[in-house]
Protein backbone atom coordinates (compact mmCIF):
# COMPACT_ATOMS: atom_id res chain seq x y z
CA UNK A 1 0.00 0.00 0.00
CA UNK A 2 3.34 2.41 0.01
CA UNK A 3 2.56 3.51 -3.60
CA UNK A 4 -1.28 4.46 -2.76
CA UNK A 5 0.51 6.35 -0.22
CA UNK A 6 2.14 8.36 -2.32
CA UNK A 7 -0.55 9.40 -4.20
CA UNK A 8 -3.40 10.27 -2.09
CA UNK A 9 -1.55 10.87 1.18
CA UNK A 10 -2.07 14.67 1.00
CA UNK A 11 -5.56 14.27 0.31
CA UNK A 12 -5.61 12.08 3.63
CA UNK A 13 -3.92 14.48 5.61
CA UNK A 14 -6.69 17.45 4.77
CA UNK A 15 -9.20 14.29 5.60
CA UNK A 16 -7.65 13.81 9.05
CA UNK A 17 -7.00 17.18 9.96
CA UNK A 18 -11.20 17.62 9.24
CA UNK A 19 -11.41 15.09 12.02
CA UNK A 20 -11.40 16.56 15.32
CA UNK A 21 -14.33 15.88 17.34
CA UNK A 22 -14.66 13.13 19.94
CA UNK A 23 -16.55 12.68 23.10
CA UNK A 24 -16.47 9.22 25.02
CA UNK A 25 -16.36 6.89 21.57
CA UNK A 26 -15.61 8.24 18.55
CA UNK A 27 -19.17 7.90 16.46
CA UNK A 28 -17.97 8.82 12.74
CA UNK A 29 -14.70 10.64 12.42
CA UNK A 30 -15.40 10.54 8.83
CA UNK A 31 -18.41 11.97 9.19
CA UNK A 32 -17.53 16.17 8.76
CA UNK A 33 -16.33 15.35 5.46
CA UNK A 34 -18.94 13.09 3.81
CA UNK A 35 -21.43 13.79 1.52
CA UNK A 36 -23.13 12.12 -1.25
CA UNK A 37 -20.43 13.38 -3.45
CA UNK A 38 -17.84 11.88 -1.82
CA UNK A 39 -18.21 8.21 -2.72
CA UNK A 40 -18.36 9.24 -5.97
CA UNK A 41 -15.25 8.25 -7.26
CA UNK A 42 -13.38 5.00 -6.68
CA UNK A 43 -10.08 7.66 -5.85
CA UNK A 44 -12.25 9.12 -3.12
CA UNK A 45 -13.03 5.58 -2.08
CA UNK A 46 -9.41 4.15 -1.60
CA UNK A 47 -9.07 7.74 0.25
CA UNK A 48 -11.57 6.48 2.86
CA UNK A 49 -9.90 3.28 2.93
CA UNK A 50 -6.04 4.31 3.39
CA UNK A 51 -8.09 6.44 6.53
CA UNK A 52 -8.92 3.45 7.98
CA UNK A 53 -5.92 1.72 7.39
CA UNK A 54 -3.54 4.96 8.65
CA UNK A 55 -6.01 6.93 10.49
CA UNK A 56 -4.58 6.72 13.63
CA UNK A 57 -0.93 7.58 12.90
CA UNK A 58 -0.40 11.69 14.41
CA UNK A 59 0.55 13.62 11.27
CA UNK A 60 0.69 17.59 10.79
CA UNK A 61 -0.22 19.46 7.45
CA UNK A 62 3.49 19.14 6.49
CA UNK A 63 3.19 15.84 4.52
CA UNK A 64 7.16 14.97 5.82
CA UNK A 65 6.04 15.12 9.91
CA UNK A 66 6.78 11.71 11.60
CA UNK A 67 4.31 9.41 13.31
CA UNK A 68 6.56 10.56 16.62
CA UNK A 69 4.26 9.95 19.83
CA UNK A 70 1.03 7.75 18.50
CA UNK A 71 0.25 4.93 21.11
CA UNK A 72 -2.13 2.48 19.52
CA UNK A 73 -1.22 -1.37 18.42
CA UNK A 74 0.49 -0.92 15.15
CA UNK A 75 2.14 2.44 15.80
CA UNK A 76 6.08 1.51 17.24
CA UNK A 77 5.46 3.43 20.18
CA UNK A 78 2.41 1.26 21.20
CA UNK A 79 3.38 -2.31 19.32
CA UNK A 80 7.19 -1.87 20.56
CA UNK A 81 7.17 0.01 23.55
CA UNK A 82 4.82 -2.28 24.99
CA UNK A 83 8.03 -4.51 25.51
CA UNK A 84 8.64 -2.51 28.48
CA UNK A 85 5.93 -3.82 30.55
CA UNK A 86 8.18 -7.26 30.49
CA UNK A 87 11.33 -8.97 31.53
CA UNK A 88 12.76 -7.90 27.89
CA UNK A 89 13.03 -4.08 28.06
CA UNK A 90 13.04 -1.07 30.01
CA UNK A 91 12.46 2.66 29.56
CA UNK A 92 14.92 4.64 29.74
CA UNK A 93 12.40 7.45 31.21
CA UNK A 94 12.58 6.23 34.27
CA UNK A 95 10.42 3.79 36.84
CA UNK A 96 7.19 6.11 36.37
CA UNK A 97 7.03 5.90 33.04
CA UNK A 98 3.65 4.93 32.01
CA UNK A 99 4.87 1.63 30.67
CA UNK A 100 6.64 0.44 33.22
CA UNK A 101 3.79 1.20 35.35
CA UNK A 102 1.58 -1.46 33.57
CA UNK A 103 3.68 -4.10 35.71
CA UNK A 104 5.65 -2.80 38.59
CA UNK A 105 2.70 -2.77 41.02
CA UNK A 106 1.40 0.98 40.54
CA UNK A 107 -1.15 0.69 37.39
CA UNK A 108 -4.28 2.88 37.99
CA UNK A 109 -6.76 3.60 35.21
CA UNK A 110 -5.19 7.15 34.82
CA UNK A 111 -2.40 5.72 33.12
CA UNK A 112 -1.92 7.87 29.86
CA UNK A 113 -0.64 5.26 27.72
CA UNK A 114 -4.39 2.96 28.64
CA UNK A 115 -6.12 6.28 27.64
CA UNK A 116 -3.98 6.32 23.86
CA UNK A 117 -4.59 2.40 23.45
CA UNK A 118 -8.45 2.57 24.04
CA UNK A 119 -9.22 6.00 22.26
CA UNK A 120 -7.33 5.58 19.13
CA UNK A 121 -8.42 1.68 19.11
CA UNK A 122 -12.07 3.14 19.10
CA UNK A 123 -11.08 5.73 16.56
CA UNK A 124 -10.51 3.10 14.14
CA UNK A 125 -13.16 1.32 14.84
CA UNK A 126 -15.56 4.40 14.26
CA UNK A 127 -13.38 4.68 10.39
CA UNK A 128 -14.16 1.04 9.65
CA UNK A 129 -17.88 1.06 10.73
CA UNK A 130 -18.43 4.46 8.76
CA UNK A 131 -16.68 3.05 5.87
CA UNK A 132 -18.37 -0.07 5.83
CA UNK A 133 -21.86 1.84 6.44
CA UNK A 134 -21.20 4.00 3.23
CA UNK A 135 -19.19 1.78 0.48
CA UNK A 136 -22.01 0.66 -1.36
CA UNK A 137 -22.30 4.11 -2.58
CA UNK A 138 -19.17 4.18 -4.59
CA UNK A 139 -19.38 3.19 -8.06
CA UNK A 140 -16.73 0.18 -7.69
CA UNK A 141 -17.63 -3.50 -9.19
CA UNK A 142 -18.66 -6.08 -6.42
CA UNK A 143 -15.49 -7.68 -6.53
CA UNK A 144 -13.97 -4.71 -5.37
CA UNK A 145 -16.48 -3.74 -2.25
CA UNK A 146 -15.85 -6.57 -1.30
CA UNK A 147 -12.60 -6.86 -0.66
CA UNK A 148 -12.64 -3.44 0.65
CA UNK A 149 -15.35 -4.44 3.35
CA UNK A 150 -13.13 -7.34 3.95
CA UNK A 151 -10.00 -5.48 4.67
CA UNK A 152 -12.21 -2.68 6.94
CA UNK A 153 -13.55 -5.87 8.30
CA UNK A 154 -10.36 -7.38 9.12
CA UNK A 155 -8.76 -4.16 10.71
CA UNK A 156 -11.78 -3.22 13.09
CA UNK A 157 -11.32 -7.47 13.80
CA UNK A 158 -7.83 -6.81 14.96
CA UNK A 159 -8.49 -3.79 17.17
CA UNK A 160 -11.39 -6.02 19.12
CA UNK A 161 -8.88 -8.91 19.47
CA UNK A 162 -6.42 -6.22 21.20
CA UNK A 163 -8.83 -4.80 23.32
CA UNK A 164 -10.46 -7.85 24.26
CA UNK A 165 -6.77 -9.06 25.45
CA UNK A 166 -5.46 -6.34 27.38
CA UNK A 167 -9.16 -4.89 28.91
CA UNK A 168 -11.21 -7.77 28.89
CA UNK A 169 -14.51 -6.76 28.61
CA UNK A 170 -15.00 -3.64 26.60
CA UNK A 171 -18.00 -2.27 24.35
CA UNK A 172 -18.83 -4.65 21.19
CA UNK A 173 -19.71 -1.29 18.19
CA UNK A 174 -20.51 -2.48 14.73
CA UNK A 175 -22.43 1.06 13.72
CA UNK A 176 -21.88 4.28 13.61
CA UNK A 177 -23.05 5.70 16.98
CA UNK A 178 -24.78 8.48 17.72
CA UNK A 179 -23.47 11.10 20.61
CA UNK A 180 -26.06 9.47 23.40
CA UNK A 181 -25.62 6.13 22.08
CA UNK A 182 -21.30 6.93 22.74
CA UNK A 183 -21.75 7.74 25.68
CA UNK A 184 -24.64 5.54 27.20
CA UNK A 185 -22.84 2.08 25.44
CA UNK A 186 -22.40 -0.47 27.47
CA UNK A 187 -19.72 -3.17 27.71
CA UNK A 188 -19.63 -6.71 26.33
CA UNK A 189 -17.84 -9.44 28.20
CA UNK A 190 -14.70 -10.64 27.09
CA UNK A 191 -15.72 -13.82 25.67
CA UNK A 192 -18.39 -12.13 23.85
CA UNK A 193 -16.26 -9.68 22.55
CA UNK A 194 -13.66 -12.31 21.18
CA UNK A 195 -16.48 -14.54 19.84
CA UNK A 196 -17.05 -11.34 17.34
CA UNK A 197 -13.50 -11.04 16.44
CA UNK A 198 -13.04 -14.63 15.37
CA UNK A 199 -16.22 -15.16 13.40
CA UNK A 200 -15.21 -12.13 11.39
CA UNK A 201 -11.54 -13.22 10.70
CA UNK A 202 -13.10 -16.74 9.65
CA UNK A 203 -15.79 -15.40 7.43
CA UNK A 204 -13.34 -12.18 5.38
CA UNK A 205 -10.37 -14.67 5.33
CA UNK A 206 -11.76 -16.25 2.12
CA UNK A 207 -12.73 -12.94 0.54
CA UNK A 208 -8.70 -11.56 1.02
CA UNK A 209 -6.63 -12.09 -1.44
CA UNK A 210 -3.61 -14.60 -0.92
CA UNK A 211 0.03 -12.91 -0.75
CA UNK A 212 1.63 -13.81 -3.81
CA UNK A 213 -1.49 -12.75 -5.70
CA UNK A 214 -1.07 -8.94 -5.37
CA UNK A 215 1.05 -6.39 -6.92
CA UNK A 216 3.53 -4.94 -5.56
CA UNK A 217 1.88 -1.74 -5.68
CA UNK A 218 -0.80 -3.10 -2.99
CA UNK A 219 1.57 -3.91 -0.59
CA UNK A 220 0.72 -3.53 3.38
CA UNK A 221 -3.30 -4.17 2.31
CA UNK A 222 -4.72 -7.14 4.58
CA UNK A 223 -4.41 -10.66 2.67
CA UNK A 224 -5.83 -14.13 3.37
CA UNK A 225 -2.70 -14.54 5.52
CA UNK A 226 -3.24 -11.86 8.09
CA UNK A 227 -6.83 -12.83 8.71
CA UNK A 228 -5.74 -16.90 9.42
CA UNK A 229 -2.48 -15.15 11.78
CA UNK A 230 -4.98 -13.13 13.77
CA UNK A 231 -7.38 -15.59 14.13
CA UNK A 232 -4.51 -18.40 15.14
CA UNK A 233 -3.86 -15.28 17.79
CA UNK A 234 -7.89 -15.68 19.19
CA UNK A 235 -7.56 -19.24 19.52
CA UNK A 236 -4.11 -19.43 21.01
CA UNK A 237 -5.26 -17.36 23.45
CA UNK A 238 -8.59 -18.87 24.20
CA UNK A 239 -6.45 -22.08 24.67
CA UNK A 240 -8.36 -23.27 21.38
CA UNK A 241 -5.32 -25.71 20.85
CA UNK A 242 -6.99 -27.96 18.35
CA UNK A 243 -8.78 -25.03 16.36
CA UNK A 244 -5.61 -22.76 16.42
CA UNK A 245 -3.28 -25.92 14.73
CA UNK A 246 -5.75 -26.49 12.63
CA UNK A 247 -5.75 -22.35 11.41
CA UNK A 248 -2.14 -21.96 11.68
CA UNK A 249 -2.30 -25.50 9.20
CA UNK A 250 -4.40 -24.03 6.30
CA UNK A 251 -1.63 -20.74 6.28
CA UNK A 252 0.99 -23.17 6.29
CA UNK A 253 -0.47 -24.92 3.20
CA UNK A 254 -1.13 -21.78 1.51
CA UNK A 255 2.46 -22.41 0.58
CA UNK A 256 3.36 -18.52 -0.09
CA UNK A 257 5.66 -17.74 3.07
CA UNK A 258 8.91 -18.93 4.37
CA UNK A 259 11.43 -18.65 6.46
CA UNK A 260 13.58 -15.83 4.97
CA UNK A 261 17.33 -16.39 5.25
CA UNK A 262 18.57 -13.07 6.65
CA UNK A 263 17.34 -11.97 9.81
CA UNK A 264 19.23 -9.20 10.45
CA UNK A 265 17.28 -7.70 7.05
CA UNK A 266 13.80 -8.40 8.20
CA UNK A 267 13.99 -5.30 10.78
CA UNK A 268 16.33 -2.54 9.16
CA UNK A 269 14.51 -1.74 5.89
CA UNK A 270 16.08 -3.68 3.41
CA UNK A 271 14.07 -6.64 3.40
CA UNK A 272 10.51 -5.30 3.48
CA UNK A 273 9.13 -7.42 0.65
CA UNK A 274 10.28 -10.68 2.13
CA UNK A 275 7.63 -13.29 2.17
CA UNK A 276 8.49 -14.27 5.94
CA UNK A 277 6.46 -10.63 6.59
CA UNK A 278 2.79 -11.63 6.40
CA UNK A 279 1.56 -7.76 7.91
CA UNK A 280 3.53 -4.35 8.52
CA UNK A 281 2.90 -0.93 9.40
CA UNK A 282 4.41 0.57 6.10
CA UNK A 283 6.48 3.94 6.17
CA UNK A 284 7.81 6.24 3.40
CA UNK A 285 10.87 8.15 3.72
CA UNK A 286 10.23 12.04 3.37
CA UNK A 287 6.22 11.14 3.23
CA UNK A 288 5.50 9.41 6.01
CA UNK A 289 8.16 8.87 8.35
CA UNK A 290 8.27 8.03 11.63
CA UNK A 291 10.66 8.77 14.31
CA UNK A 292 11.78 5.02 15.58
CA UNK A 293 15.37 6.05 15.41
CA UNK A 294 15.49 9.03 16.88
CA UNK A 295 14.16 6.99 19.68
CA UNK A 296 15.94 4.38 19.69
CA UNK A 297 19.29 5.12 18.14
CA UNK A 298 22.83 5.26 20.79
CA UNK A 299 23.42 8.42 22.31
CA UNK A 300 26.50 9.13 20.28
CA UNK A 301 24.47 9.36 17.23
CA UNK A 302 21.95 12.02 18.25
CA UNK A 303 19.40 9.18 19.27
CA UNK A 304 17.48 9.55 22.80
CA UNK A 305 17.81 5.55 23.60
CA UNK A 306 14.58 5.20 25.24
CA UNK A 307 14.79 1.24 24.25
CA UNK A 308 16.74 -0.04 26.99
CA UNK A 309 16.78 -3.95 26.90
CA UNK A 310 17.00 -5.83 30.03
CA UNK A 311 19.85 -8.32 31.00
CA UNK A 312 17.24 -11.12 31.21
CA UNK A 313 16.81 -10.98 27.49
CA UNK A 314 20.70 -10.97 27.12
CA UNK A 315 20.44 -14.17 29.53
CA UNK A 316 17.68 -15.97 27.58
CA UNK A 317 19.93 -16.46 24.15
CA UNK A 318 21.76 -19.69 24.24
CA UNK A 319 25.00 -20.80 23.53
CA UNK A 320 25.67 -21.69 19.81
CA UNK A 321 25.57 -25.25 20.79
CA UNK A 322 22.22 -24.89 22.28
CA UNK A 323 22.91 -25.23 25.72
CA UNK A 324 20.99 -22.69 27.94
CA UNK A 325 23.34 -19.47 28.76
CA UNK A 326 25.39 -19.52 32.28
CA UNK A 327 27.25 -16.97 33.80
CA UNK A 328 29.31 -19.81 35.21
CA UNK A 329 30.20 -21.29 31.74
CA UNK A 330 33.77 -20.67 30.46
CA UNK A 331 32.04 -19.47 27.37
CA UNK A 332 30.48 -16.54 28.68
CA UNK A 333 32.77 -13.28 27.75
CA UNK A 334 31.72 -10.09 30.10
CA UNK A 335 33.30 -7.78 27.62
CA UNK A 336 31.53 -9.45 24.74
CA UNK A 337 28.17 -10.94 25.69
CA UNK A 338 27.37 -12.36 21.95
CA UNK A 339 30.55 -14.08 21.93
CA UNK A 340 29.64 -18.02 21.25
CA UNK A 341 25.83 -17.35 21.99
CA UNK A 342 22.81 -17.16 19.33
CA UNK A 343 24.01 -15.01 16.35
CA UNK A 344 20.01 -13.34 17.00
CA UNK A 345 21.90 -11.83 20.19
CA UNK A 346 23.91 -9.69 17.82
CA UNK A 347 21.00 -8.43 15.78
CA UNK A 348 18.68 -7.45 18.40
CA UNK A 349 20.70 -5.62 21.30
CA UNK A 350 23.73 -3.53 21.23
CA UNK A 351 26.15 -4.01 23.46
CA UNK A 352 29.58 -2.57 24.96
CA UNK A 353 32.51 -2.86 22.15
CA UNK A 354 29.67 -3.48 19.54
CA UNK A 355 30.22 -1.71 16.24
CA UNK A 356 27.30 0.20 14.83
CA UNK A 357 27.23 2.21 11.99
CA UNK A 358 30.58 4.30 12.59
CA UNK A 359 30.86 4.25 16.18
CA UNK A 360 31.61 1.60 18.64
CA UNK A 361 28.96 1.06 21.27
CA UNK A 362 30.41 2.17 25.23
CA UNK A 363 28.19 1.48 27.65
CA UNK A 364 30.93 1.22 30.48
CA UNK A 365 30.06 3.11 33.91
CA UNK A 366 33.16 3.89 34.53
CA UNK A 367 33.61 5.49 30.73
CA UNK A 368 32.26 9.36 31.55
CA UNK A 369 33.67 10.30 28.23
CA UNK A 370 30.83 8.30 26.38
CA UNK A 371 27.74 10.00 25.79
CA UNK A 372 26.17 6.48 26.16
CA UNK A 373 27.77 6.07 29.39
CA UNK A 374 25.83 3.54 31.93
CA UNK A 375 24.43 6.28 34.12
CA UNK A 376 21.24 7.59 35.33
CA UNK A 377 21.52 10.89 34.79
CA UNK A 378 21.68 11.88 31.21
CA UNK A 379 19.91 10.27 28.10
CA UNK A 380 21.58 7.42 27.70
CA UNK A 381 21.22 3.82 28.47
CA UNK A 382 19.86 2.21 32.17
CA UNK A 383 20.97 -1.16 31.17
CA UNK A 384 24.08 -1.32 29.74
CA UNK A 385 22.14 -2.20 26.16
CA UNK A 386 20.72 -0.30 23.47
CA UNK A 387 18.49 -1.66 20.76
CA UNK A 388 20.36 -2.96 17.57
CA UNK A 389 17.00 -4.40 16.04
CA UNK A 390 14.91 -1.85 13.96
CA UNK A 391 17.85 0.55 14.08
CA UNK A 392 19.22 0.66 10.60
CA UNK A 393 22.88 1.26 9.71
CA UNK A 394 22.20 2.05 6.55
CA UNK A 395 20.61 5.04 7.00
CA UNK A 396 22.06 7.90 5.88
CA UNK A 397 19.24 10.53 6.16
CA UNK A 398 20.46 13.24 8.61
CA UNK A 399 17.19 13.49 10.13
CA UNK A 400 16.27 10.59 12.48
CA UNK A 401 12.64 11.65 12.69
CA UNK A 402 12.85 10.71 9.23
CA UNK A 403 12.87 6.65 9.02
CA UNK A 404 10.52 4.44 6.14
CA UNK A 405 11.53 1.59 8.17
CA UNK A 406 8.43 -0.38 7.93
CA UNK A 407 7.44 -1.71 11.42
CA UNK A 408 6.64 -5.80 11.20
CA UNK A 409 2.90 -6.57 13.16
CA UNK A 410 3.44 -10.36 11.83
CA UNK A 411 5.89 -12.63 10.42
CA UNK A 412 5.83 -16.42 9.10
CA UNK A 413 8.30 -17.58 11.81
CA UNK A 414 5.50 -16.63 14.63
CA UNK A 415 3.12 -18.86 12.66
CA UNK A 416 5.70 -21.47 12.67
CA UNK A 417 6.29 -21.27 16.49
CA UNK A 418 2.35 -20.34 17.42
CA UNK A 419 1.43 -23.82 15.57
CA UNK A 420 3.95 -25.73 17.00
CA UNK A 421 2.59 -24.41 20.72
CA UNK A 422 -0.77 -24.97 19.55
CA UNK A 423 0.21 -29.06 18.53
CA UNK A 424 2.22 -29.49 21.84
CA UNK A 425 -0.43 -27.82 24.05
CA UNK A 426 -3.34 -29.92 22.26
CA UNK A 427 -2.09 -33.42 23.46
CA UNK A 428 -0.95 -33.98 20.08
CA UNK A 429 2.35 -36.49 19.50
CA UNK A 430 5.38 -34.52 18.62
CA UNK A 431 7.83 -36.38 16.08
CA UNK A 432 11.07 -34.99 14.71
CA UNK A 433 9.57 -34.51 11.59
CA UNK A 434 6.99 -31.90 13.09
CA UNK A 435 10.04 -29.89 14.81
CA UNK A 436 12.17 -29.96 11.40
CA UNK A 437 8.93 -28.10 9.85
CA UNK A 438 8.53 -25.95 12.42
CA UNK A 439 11.45 -24.82 15.23
CA UNK A 440 14.07 -26.05 13.16
CA UNK A 441 13.06 -24.26 10.23
CA UNK A 442 13.19 -20.74 12.23
CA UNK A 443 16.41 -21.98 13.71
CA UNK A 444 17.98 -22.82 10.75
CA UNK A 445 17.69 -19.58 8.86
CA UNK A 446 21.29 -19.07 7.12
CA UNK A 447 22.25 -16.18 9.36
CA UNK A 448 21.39 -18.25 12.74
CA UNK A 449 21.95 -21.89 12.18
CA UNK A 450 21.41 -23.02 15.70
CA UNK A 451 21.24 -26.79 16.38
CA UNK A 452 18.29 -28.63 15.45
CA UNK A 453 15.95 -28.90 18.69
CA UNK A 454 15.49 -33.01 18.70
CA UNK A 455 13.58 -33.26 22.32
CA UNK A 456 9.56 -34.59 22.35
CA UNK A 457 8.97 -34.58 25.24
CA UNK A 458 5.85 -32.51 26.20
CA UNK A 459 7.74 -30.30 29.18
CA UNK A 460 11.04 -30.38 27.89
CA UNK A 461 9.92 -29.10 25.07
CA UNK A 462 7.56 -26.59 26.19
CA UNK A 463 10.73 -24.97 28.09
CA UNK A 464 12.91 -24.74 24.88
CA UNK A 465 9.72 -23.72 22.68
CA UNK A 466 9.20 -20.83 25.23
CA UNK A 467 12.56 -19.77 25.06
CA UNK A 468 13.18 -19.60 21.10
CA UNK A 469 9.82 -17.46 20.86
CA UNK A 470 11.70 -14.98 23.06
CA UNK A 471 14.52 -14.99 21.29
CA UNK A 472 13.08 -15.13 17.52
CA UNK A 473 10.52 -12.12 18.73
CA UNK A 474 12.66 -10.23 20.85
CA UNK A 475 10.90 -6.78 21.42
CA UNK A 476 8.80 -7.25 18.70
CA UNK A 477 5.58 -6.58 21.19
CA UNK A 478 4.93 -10.03 21.39
CA UNK A 479 6.65 -11.12 24.85
CA UNK A 480 3.79 -9.50 27.13
CA UNK A 481 0.48 -10.83 25.47
CA UNK A 482 2.54 -14.20 25.63
CA UNK A 483 3.11 -14.30 29.65
CA UNK A 484 -0.62 -13.17 29.48
CA UNK A 485 -1.32 -16.56 27.50
CA UNK A 486 1.36 -18.56 29.65
CA UNK A 487 -0.61 -17.73 32.58
CA UNK A 488 3.44 -17.26 34.52
CA UNK A 489 3.21 -13.32 34.02
CA UNK A 490 2.67 -12.79 38.06
CA UNK A 491 5.90 -15.18 38.70
CA UNK A 492 8.10 -13.51 35.98
CA UNK A 493 7.40 -10.09 36.33
CA UNK A 494 8.08 -9.94 39.75
CA UNK A 495 11.41 -8.88 41.98
CA UNK A 496 14.64 -7.05 40.52
CA UNK A 497 15.86 -6.43 37.14
CA UNK A 498 19.41 -6.09 36.13
CA UNK A 499 21.29 -4.74 33.13
CA UNK A 500 24.78 -5.63 32.07
CA UNK A 501 27.62 -6.87 33.82
CA UNK A 502 30.63 -5.11 34.86
CA UNK A 503 33.20 -6.80 36.90
CA UNK A 504 35.51 -4.56 38.43
CA UNK A 505 33.50 -1.36 37.51
CA UNK A 506 33.86 1.23 40.32
CA UNK A 507 30.73 3.06 39.29
CA UNK A 508 28.44 -0.17 39.67
CA UNK A 509 24.80 0.85 40.48
CA UNK A 510 23.69 -1.49 43.31
CA UNK A 511 20.21 -2.03 45.16
CA UNK A 512 21.34 -0.70 48.55
CA UNK A 513 24.24 -2.10 49.56
CA UNK A 514 23.63 -5.38 47.76
CA UNK A 515 26.34 -6.51 45.53
CA UNK A 516 25.19 -8.73 42.54
CA UNK A 517 27.37 -11.60 42.51
CA UNK A 518 27.73 -11.27 38.48
CA UNK A 519 28.30 -7.68 38.85
CA UNK A 520 25.10 -6.22 36.98
CA UNK A 521 23.88 -2.97 37.27
CA UNK A 522 20.29 -3.10 39.35
CA UNK A 523 17.99 -1.38 36.87
CA UNK A 524 14.20 -1.21 38.11
CA UNK A 525 11.88 -4.07 40.63
CA UNK A 526 8.93 -5.28 39.32
CA UNK A 527 5.62 -6.43 41.20
CA UNK A 528 3.15 -7.49 38.86
CA UNK A 529 -0.16 -8.10 40.94
CA UNK A 530 -1.63 -11.62 40.35
CA UNK A 531 -5.35 -11.40 40.01
CA UNK A 532 -5.29 -7.61 39.64
CA UNK A 533 -3.03 -6.68 36.34
CA UNK A 534 -3.95 -9.23 33.85
CA UNK A 535 -6.34 -6.93 32.91
CA UNK A 536 -6.07 -2.92 32.00
CA UNK A 537 -8.61 -0.61 34.11
CA UNK A 538 -10.94 1.16 31.63
CA UNK A 539 -9.25 4.82 31.45
CA UNK A 540 -10.58 6.83 34.04
CA UNK A 541 -11.61 9.65 31.47
CA UNK A 542 -13.81 7.29 29.87
CA UNK A 543 -15.70 6.03 32.75
CA UNK A 544 -15.90 10.09 34.00
CA UNK A 545 -18.00 10.67 30.43
CA UNK A 546 -19.58 7.07 30.76
CA UNK A 547 -19.87 5.29 34.24
CA UNK A 548 -21.60 1.97 32.44
CA UNK A 549 -17.70 1.42 31.63
CA UNK A 550 -16.25 1.25 35.05
Known amino acids: MKILYKSILPGLIVLLLMVSCRKELDR ?37 SAEFSATDWWSYHGLL ?39 LSYKRIARCN ?26 RACQYFYLSQYFGAVPLVEKTLTLTEANTVSKSTKDQVQA ?84 ATQYIQDLAPNAMMQHNYPAKLGGYVLYCPLGSLVESYEFT ?36 KN ?4 SNPDDSSSPDQLTTTKQATRTGYALKKFNSEAFSGGDLQNSGVDLPIIRYAEVLLSYLEAKLESGAAIDQSLLDETINKV ?76 SRWFVTSKAFRTGQDELWPVPQSEVNINPKLK
Open 359 to 362: IVYT
Open 196 to 279: YAETEFKAIAATLPKQNSMPAAERGRATQQAALAFLGRIYLAQQKWTEAAATYKQLIDLNENLIDPNYESLFNGTNETSKEIIF
Open 443 to 518: RGRATVNMPKVTETNQAALRTILRRERRSELALEGIRYWDLLRWKNIGQVLNGDFYGAAFPGATNLRKKGTAVDPY
Open 28 to 64: APLDQFSSQTFWDTEQNTMLALTGVYKGNIQMSVNPT
Open 130 to 155: YFIENIAKAPIDAAKIARMTAESRFI
Open 321 to 356: DGTPFSYADARYNAANVGLNRDPRLKYTVLYNGQAF
Open 81 to 119: YLEFATDNAYDRRGDNSGFNTLTNGTLTATNSYLANYWS
